[in-house]
């Protein structure tokens, strides 16, 4: 083994402390769990008012600005809002018809939703990425990626922000080809959105939240089968429609905590 | 300034990569407050127990803090005590007395590489043994840090080592590389593959807001964040840590006891002639490292890391370099994440000197 010199190295894309408490205040930043607890609410602002939070070290040197610029350059990295289970399939295996939210249902969610935020998602983007996910609709584990371009379901030209939603449709387009079929057909939109959420950046990624085996109702005739499968549909809809809102509302949220609305 | 007492050279245990040299001496009491009266100058110090297994010597340990405490009360110092233990010996009664005393307390355990690395004279694996204590401990002291070390052999259970011990309830793991083992370029690829795992894990539990302190990461990140800070904190050697061996003879750091970096005693005090020539040969910028880019992130000033891989405190070790190279990048990349992530939980950890406050105020707050 040998001493090698580190030629060049990139300047890390996060702030120094310095450069931190020159843009931003860290009372922007509460865990989800100190919010529970009034008193470590009251410390922290005690403390950053008297300014026991900040770094006082003074920075110098001609990389200082260079490295403040690379860190405002940075791309959000939104992270995945977990409402719903996210799978669904259709086979032998399958006692119950599936139900999924179309592309077009769920615009009209994110869309509506967004514009209660000032967001508008009617504009048209693309993100690319050398890592966008191959899926496999027969139950083999893909983690096979690809480099390119994908077009967004909506994108805000002002914020530029977009969002992709996985649906069932994605997960059937995005499949791989491999040496193994099934008379099943899984769908997994979560975890294919997990994996599309790590690939992009500035794109909230919403996926189907799926089914909800448990709430068949019971039939006692043919004609009752019927009745009982449209009263399933209608309120796996329902529950969908409200499991994809919140995702919708936590990304809000949370990008209202980033500042950028 | 931190005075390490290694109160005795034996030990109950017999680990593999023990650099300790094992003999019967054991540190008198005397000379232990003789140490307490070198460290009496007013100011804030650590007292460190350490060994061999210093709980082999709980008289001594009862003795020096009392002492200190005595110290303490007619205003001739401020002492915080620590005490570095392979648990074994560790008992309800000793806990009890650390809680009362404010004796920090940190644990040897190499996670499940504990049996293969960590055992007792016969050769018999500690896990078992230690798995009452560890639930003891963590109840009284949650905040007890875990320190773990990193051989060739154990390599690939490293990062499932680090999932066992917070499984366990750690939450402040200290990892350090073996730097006297037979390190090799084979190694290498591995022990990425350990850091990439590590830092998948780092970046869940921080996603939950669940506290965990990794010391490789914290460490690398902390070399960019608070890049002033962290040039002041290097190793100095002498400066900052004294360790005193059972006889009495002071050395500037634990791993360097040995009669060339002798540079005092606790009758004498001090050779400062010699303390200073020590730290100005540590302090020279080695030479292949005059033009690196990541120079000043990283810890190849460690003198008892040259020391060990290489038998000197003036050569680099080279395993030393490579684990810099690889680690670096992986936290770099780690932070990068988590701060476009803008999580909450890594920007007050990161950002704020409050932190442990906060943190504290939160873990004591119904």
């Not at chain 1, 508008?120 to 690809?146: A, I």
């Not at chain 1, 992709?164 to 997960?171: G, M």
């Not at chain 2, 006297?180 to 022990?191: V, Y």
């Not at chain 2, 902390?222 to 900052?240: F, N, V």
Request: contains cysteine; glycine residues 6%; aromatic residues 10%.
């Amino acid at each position: 083994m040998q001493i090698e010199k580190v030629r060049s190295y990139p300047t890390p894309r996060y702030p120094t402390a310095v450069q931190f408490h020159e843009t931003e205040k860290i009372t922007r930043y509460m865990p989800r769990r100190w919010r529970a607890k009034r008193l470590v609410g009251q410390v922290l602002l005690i403390t950053a008012v008297t300014g026991l939070c900040s770094c006082t070290v003074p920075t110098s040197g001609e990389n200082a600005g260079k490295q403040t610029e690379a860190v405002r350059k940075t791309d959000l990295s939104v992270p995945l809002f977990v409402h719903g289970e996210g799978r669904g399939s259709f086979g032998c295996d399958s006692v119950l018809p599936p139900v999924y939210l179309s592309e077009d249902e769920a615009a009209q969610v994110i869309r509506e939703t967004a514009r209660e935020y000032g967001v508008d998602f009617s504009g048209k983007g693309t993100v690319e990425s050398r890592k966008l996910p191959y899926t496999n609709v027969y139950g083999v584990e893909m983690d096979d990626t690809y480099k390119g371009t994908l077009t967004l379901d909506g994108y805000d030209s002002v914020l530029g922000i977009g969002y992709e939603y996985v649906s069932q449709k994605d997960v059937s387009d995005w499949h791989k080809d491999t040496n193994i079929m099934s008379t099943v057909e899984t769908f997994d939109m979560k975890g294919t959105a997990e994996r599309l959420t790590n690939a992009v950046k500035n794109t909230a990624v919403f996926y189907d939240p799926g089914m909800d085996y448990s709430t068949m109702p019971e039939w006692h005739s043919e004609d009752d089968w019927e009745r009982a499968v449209d009263e399933y549909h209608a309120r796996q809809k329902e529950r969908m429609t409200e499991d994809l809102r919140a995702q919708v509302v936590d990304f809000l949220e949370w990008l209202r905590g980033q500042g950028v609305i | 300034m931190h005075y390490t007492l290694h109160l005795t050279d034996r030990c109950n245990l017999a680990c593999r990569y023990c650099y300790v040299k094992k003999g019967s001496r054991d540190m008198t009491a005397e000379t232990a407050k003789r140490v307490v009266d070198l460290a009496s100058d007013g100011g804030h110090h650590g007292i460190v127990f350490f060994g061999g297994e210093p709980l082999l010597c709980r008289e001594v340990i009862e003795e020096t803090v009392a002492y200190g405490e005595a110290k303490q009360k007619r205003g001739e110092g401020f002492f915080h005590y620590k005490i570095t233990t392979n648990g074994t010996l560790l008992d309800a009664a000793f806990l009890e007395y650390a809680c009362r005393h404010e004796i920090f307390i940190a644990l040897s355990h190499d996670g499940l590489a504990q049996d293969r690395c960590r055992v007792d004279p016969a050769g018999n694996g500690t896990a078992k043994r230690l798995e009452p204590v560890v639930k003891m401990l963590l109840a009284e002291k949650p905040y007890t840090p875990v320190m773990m070390t990193v051989t060739p052999e154990t390599l690939t259970l490293y990062a499932d080592s680090v999932k066992y011990l917070y499984g366990l309830g750690f939450r402040y793991i200290i990892c350090s590389m073996d730097h006297s083992a037979d390190w090799r370029e084979e190694h290498l690829p591995m022990l990425k593959r350990q850091y990439r795992a590590l830092a998948s894990f780092y970046r869940e539990k921080s996603k939950k807001e669940e506290k965990f302190y990794l010391s490789p990461f914290e460490v690398k990140m902390a070399s960019h964040i608070r890049q002033h800070d962290l040039k002041t904190e290097r190793c100095e050697l002498g400066k900052k840590q004294l360790s005193i061996a059972p006889d009495g003879r002071i050395y500037p750091c634990v791993q360097l006891i040995g009669e060339e970096y002798c540079i005092g005693d606790v009758t004498n005090g001090i050779n400062e002639a010699k303390r200073q020539a020590l730290y100005q040969l540590n302090e020279q910028e080695k030479e292949e490292c005059l033009d690196c880019a990541v120079r000043d992130r990283c810890n190849h000033h460690c003198a008892c890391v040259n020391k060990c891989a290489t038998g000197s405190i003036a050569s680099l070790s080279p395993f030393q370099c490579a684990h810099e190279r690889i680690l670096l990048p992986i936290a770099d990349s780690l932070a990068e994440r988590l701060y476009s992530e803008r999580n909450a939980l890594f920007m007050q950890k990161q950002y704020n000197d409050m932190f442990p406050l906060l943190s504290l105020t939160e873990d004591r707050t119904i």
